[in-house]
């Protein structure tokens, strides 16, 4: 955090110069404008990017038509404005408050989200794994399933599609067809 040196006004005297009249090279005179906001180790660092994005001239400008209260202010913004120019000349600030923006969207995306599920979650109650139901068939046993021919008497029946007039070949498609709509775990042998 930059703190102003506001003892005098200036570090011209015994003191030498301030981290901008440094940069530039002068002397620094008792009501140098920047001696109580750039000191001479940090100061000249941050005074140098300021000076090669807002200029010298410019910056003392500004600084001069502001009451002393607000100065600070505008030193700390026109240093990390001068910052993030140099880090990024097109954007600026403006980028990285550009890249903020997209990542606080994304996380309320994501919280909306996560929102929603749980949500999902508390309208069904969780079973304990006594609670639940054993799957009717089991994928790890090749894929031999046990299954009720109650369950499909009605409807596949081979005499039943034979009658109405299918060849062999149109029931194995049929079956096929079945097999994969219904028991996509199921892999059947290729006809030939």
């Known amino acids: 955090m930059m703190t102003a ?11 030498g110069p301030c981290g901008a009249c440094k940069f530039l090279r002068r002397k620094c005179v008792k009501g140098c404008v920047f001696a109580p906001y750039f000191d001479a180790d940090q100061g000249t660092a941050r005074f140098a990017a300021v000076h090669k994005v807002f200029g010298a001239s410019n910056a003392s400008k500004m600084l001069l038509r502001l009451p002393l209260h ?3 202010d505008a030193v700390v913004t026109l240093c990390h404005e001068a910052m993030a120019r140099l880090r990024d000349p097109v954007y600026g600030s403006v980028g990285h408050l550009f890249s903020l923006q997209h990542q606080v969207m994304n996380l309320q995306a994501e919280l909306a989200h996560v929102q929603a599920l749980l949500s999902t979650f508390q309208r069904f109650p969780l079973q304990s794994p006594q609670q639940m139901q054993p799957p009717p068939f089991d994928l790890a046993h090749n894929n ?12 596949w029946e081979e005499e039943h599609l034979l009658q109405d007039g299918t060849e062999d070949g149109d029931f194995q498609e049929l079956a096929s067809q079945f097999v994969s709509r219904y028991l996509p775990a199921v892999k059947l042998p290729a006809c030939t």
């Open 5 to 15: 040196n506001l003892n005098g006004g200036g570090r011209g005297g015994g003191e």
């Open 70 to 72: 607000k100065r600070l």
């Open 144 to 155: 031999e399933y046990t299954m009720e021919p109650s369950n499909l008497d009605g409807v």
